[in-house]
């Protein structure tokens, strides 16, 4: 749990932490819709290196991408397994008993593997760059015309960025719960999957009375500084779109132009 650094904010002095939120949001989900339409694995390993490029501008570690996919390492090789011998097409690579590994199946892992690495390191940039206040203010804005129905576009974001503040708080909470179960002889780590599973709850319960409680000290600090809910709100610093943000915007439309003229125009086989 102490490797998922999702929701965590790091201060520095770099381009892509002075770039406007909504800039970056954008520019994230065009990301992410782009990486999921994209049928050329070069395309998509392009878009995979442009994000690693980024790291060094926002002066963030590569291996925050790293800590961050080990948590859910797992998960994709049991999807890789799965998919492998579902996904039937293209040549025959080995067959075995009554397991056969076609390429197209082959083909369908990488470039999960690719899209899932680029997802996360792009997530982890705009974590770590963006401050849980301009979150809320990107929110807010992408969710404005909804406002015109009578939602209030405020708090839903703040509900959505207090959950991804929250997100290593409550992991640092699990580590406490876990260090103080195992000091009383708790054995957390071993045994068979049942009883692993059995462990949990030991951490479950007080895990979410220390949400409850973090939830009420919040609701009265809020209310202490007299937050009614974005009624009459005015923002403290307002972000205007500046000279970093429209040539990252430049930047990032030659960047996928680029990608969009591989996938369409250059095909090299992976297998």
């Given at each position: 749990?102490?490797?998922?650094?999702?929701?965590?904010?790091?201060?520095?002095?770099?381009?892509?932490?002075?770039?406007?939120?909504?800039?970056?949001?954008?520019?994230?989900?065009?990301?992410?819709?782009?990486?999921?339409?994209?049928?050329?694995?070069?395309?998509?390993?392009?878009?995979?290196?442009?994000?690693?490029?980024?790291?060094?501008?926002?002066?963030?570690?590569?291996?925050?991408?790293?800590?961050?996919?080990?948590?859910?390492?797992?998960?994709?090789?049991?999807?890789?397994?799965?998919?492998?011998?579902?996904?039937?097409?293209?040549?025959?690579?080995?067959?075995f008993w009554k397991i056969t590994v076609y390429r197209?199946?082959?083909?369908?892992?990488?470039?999960?593997?690719?899209?899932?690495?680029?997802?996360?390191?792009?997530?982890?940039?705009?974590?770590?760059?963006?401050?849980?206040?301009?979150?809320?203010?990107?929110?807010?804005?992408?969710?404005?015309?909804?406002?015109?129905?009578?939602?209030?576009?405020?708090?839903?974001?703040?509900?959505?960025?207090?959950?991804?503040?929250?997100?290593?708080?409550?992991?640092?909470?699990?580590?406490?719960?876990?260090?103080?179960?195992?000091?009383?002889?708790?054995?957390?780590?071993?045994?068979?999957?049942f009883k692993r599973i059995r462990s949990i709850i030991?951490?479950?319960?007080?895990?979410?009375?220390?949400?409850?409680?973090?939830?009420?000290?919040?609701?009265?600090?809020?209310?202490?500084?007299?937050?009614?809910?974005?009624?009459?709100?005015?923002?403290?610093?307002?972000?205007?779109?500046?000279?970093?943000?429209?040539?990252?915007?430049?930047?990032?439309?030659?960047?996928?132009?680029?990608?969009?003229?591989?996938?369409?125009?250059?095909?090299?086989?992976?297998?």
């Amino acid at each position: 749990m102490t490797n998922i650094s999702f929701g965590q904010y790091v201060y520095k002095d770099s381009p892509l932490h002075r770039m406007d939120a909504r800039v970056k949001i954008a520019a994230f989900l065009a990301y992410v819709i782009l990486l999921f339409s994209l049928k050329n694995w070069l395309a998509v390993l392009i878009m995979m290196v442009f994000a690693l490029m980024l790291f060094p501008v926002a002066r963030v570690p590569v291996k925050v991408t790293l800590r961050n996919f080990k948590p859910i390492l797992p998960i994709v090789i049991l999807t890789a397994l799965i998919n492998v011998f579902l996904v039937r097409g293209g040549e025959v690579l080995f067959s075995f008993w009554k397991i056969t590994v076609y390429r197209d199946g082959m083909k369908y892992i990488i470039m999960l593997i690719m899209r899932l690495f680029a997802i996360i390191s792009c997530s982890s940039l705009v974590s770590y760059s963006t401050s849980p206040i301009e979150i809320t203010t990107a929110i807010e804005f992408f969710l404005s015309p909804l406002r015109l129905v009578g939602v209030n576009t405020n708090e839903i974001a703040m509900m959505m960025t207090v959950a991804m503040r929250f997100i290593p708080t409550f992991i640092e909470e699990i580590d406490k719960i876990m260090a103080a179960q195992k000091s009383r002889g708790a054995d957390i780590d071993t045994g068979s999957l049942f009883k692993r599973i059995r462990s949990i709850i030991p951490i479950m319960v007080p895990l979410f009375v220390s949400a409850f409680r973090r939830a009420d000290e919040l609701a009265l600090a809020m209310e202490s500084r007299c937050y009614n809910g974005g009624i009459g709100k005015t923002s403290y610093k307002v972000r205007k779109i500046g000279r970093t943000d429209v040539i990252s915007i430049v930047v990032f439309l030659v960047a996928v132009a680029a990608v969009i003229a591989v996938n369409i125009f250059i095909r090299v086989e992976v297998l």
